[in-house]
């Protein structure tokens, strides 16, 4: 098949980027399909780190086509300092290596003040959103008063349509939040000057550009956003994000049929993070999940929040595998548990005083349940230098093997390091 998609198995933050950014040296088109600029992208190439919120991971290589399609949630004046960023650095050369759907749901400065005026009314309970604004922005679109990429070039509809959606914005920012109200004027002129600069990206019908390199046989990596466990539908609702995160949404999020892509790679890093709110199990609230959080780095590269962490979950793992159909997992950040001297690996869960195996869906029972742990020996040898499975020592060989033999999906790559050569193939990419 042309087509996979790629989806982070966990909370996020699970190393999509390098993986997306490292398989796009093979692939013709990468597809961002959900979510916005809540993501966050790192990548390492030749020591110098870039990260994306927006732009496709595939960027980095200048014969990919990136395509935001159309249900994404376009932060307009983030993109355009993306954009400017990535070519101040020569990273993209040519307009025409981006395409933006006419479709995508736009994000404004209101939506973002939304988001974190309602977090900020929420207290004790709230989500820990990004800030960005992603859920007002999803909510409108539902709603149906969405503004839509394709309407910032046209101006006369576009300020009645802005008038319709402040009415609203303005009351429950003012009237409800105690804030400042948003003023019309200064939307229309930020909005003048982006769609001005985004104009170049412009593509009416993503939908139809993607079918055509799926029926040409042209290589399409889709490029999930966040974890499987933060979806809207099947994550640890409330504290989910705002769209769907499972390998289902590039279908939707693209605009092309089920069944025509049938590749999903599940991206789990070997340990566990998280970051805001919500039910963690194997979270480390420690000594070692601080470790993990130093070696690991794990601090958000959208809002530089520390990030939770704990073991391995393979119940949360093997439901993530269920609910998107992953064909083949990438393990990432192995090396991150070089030095730990034995290292648990959740199997089961013990709930109300019975062991379960299957990850509780019910909104607070994964809240009372407490891992049930293997232990195996860990490893101290540095493994970033690694080329492959055999240059590992065997108790690394062994948690690998552990997890494949648990989860019974080929694992196909595994991470050593954050560069584009820290990666060992296990099986080849678009075989
Ligand atoms: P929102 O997507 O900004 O509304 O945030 C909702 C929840 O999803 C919060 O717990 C965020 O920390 C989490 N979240 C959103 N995007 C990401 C991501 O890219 N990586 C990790 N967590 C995320």
Redesign the pocket.
């Known amino acids: 098949m042309p087509g996979i998609i790629v989806v ?1 198995s966990q ?3 699970e190393g999509k980027g390098k993986v997306v950014d490292v398989f796009s040296q093979k692939a013709d088109y990468v597809v961002r399909y959900q ?2 600029a ?4 790192t990548l390492v190439v030749d020591g110098k780190k870039t990260i994306l919120h927006l732009i496709p991971s595939g960027v980095l290589h200048p014969h990919t086509v990136c395509v935001i399609a159309a249900g994404v949630v376009l932060d307009v004046e983030r993109l355009c300092e993306e954009i400017k960023a990535l070519k101040l650095n020569g990273l993209l050369k040519e307009d025409s290596q981006l395409l933006i759907s006419d479709s995508a749901t736009v994000i404004l400065p209101y939506h973002r003040q939304l ?1 974190q005026a309602r977090e900020r009314a929420a207290g004790n309970e709230k ?9 007002p922005a999803y909510e409108e679109r539902a709603s149906r008063k969405a503004i839509i990429f394709g309407d910032l070039f046209s101006r006369e509809t576009l300020r009645a349509k802005l008038e319709t959606a402040l009415k609203e914005k303005n009351f429950l920012l003012e009237k409800f939040y105690g804030e400042k109200p948003v003023n019309i004027d200064e939307v229309m002129a930020l909005v003048n000057q982006v769609s001005d600069y985004l104009a170049p990206y412009r593509c009416k019908d993503t939908s139809l550009v993607i079918h055509k390199a799926l029926k040409g046989s042209k290589k399409v990596l889709f490029e999930g ?3 499987s466990l ?1 979806d809207l539908l099947h994550g640890t609702y409330p ?5 769907s995160t499972l390998a289902g949404s590039a279908m939707i999020g693209s605009g092309i049929g089920p069944g025509t892509v049938n590749s999903v790679m599940g991206i789990t890093k070997a340990y566990t ?6 039910p963690f199990p194997t979270e480390l609230d420690n000594e070692l999940g601080e470790r993990m959080r130093q070696i690991g780095q794990e601090f ?4 530089g ?1 520390s ?1 939770r962490c704990g073991w391995l979950d393979l119940v949360a793992l093997k439901y993530a595998i269920r609910i998107n159909g992953i064909t083949s997992l990438a393990l990432m950040k192995l090396d991150v548990l070089s030095g730990f001297e034995k290292l648990s690996i959740c199997t089961a869960y013990e709930l109300d005083g019975q062991r379960i195996s299957e990850y509780p869906v019910s909104p607070g029972d994964l809240g009372r349940c407490k891992p049930i742990f293997e232990t195996i020996n860990g490893w101290k040898e540095d493994l970033t230098k690694a080329k492959n499975l055999k240059d590992l020592p065997r108790a690394a060989q062994e948690y690998i093997q552990f997890i494949g033999a648990q989860t019974a999906v080929p694992i196909d790559v595994v991470s050593v390091g954050p560069g584009r050569e820290q990666t060992l193939w296990l099986r080849p990419l678009f075989s």
């Not at 809540?38 to 992208?41: P, Q, W």
């Not at 504290?239 to 769209?243: D, E, R």
């Not at 958000?300 to 809002?303: A, D, F, I, P, W």
Request: net charge positive.
């Open positions: 982070g909370f996020g933050d979510g916005g809540n993501a966050g992208h988001d989500i820990g959103t990004t800030g960005r604004g992603i859920g956003a966040q974890g933060l504290f989910v994000t705002s769209s993070t998280r970051v805001g709110s919500g958000g590269s959208t809002t929040r990030r």
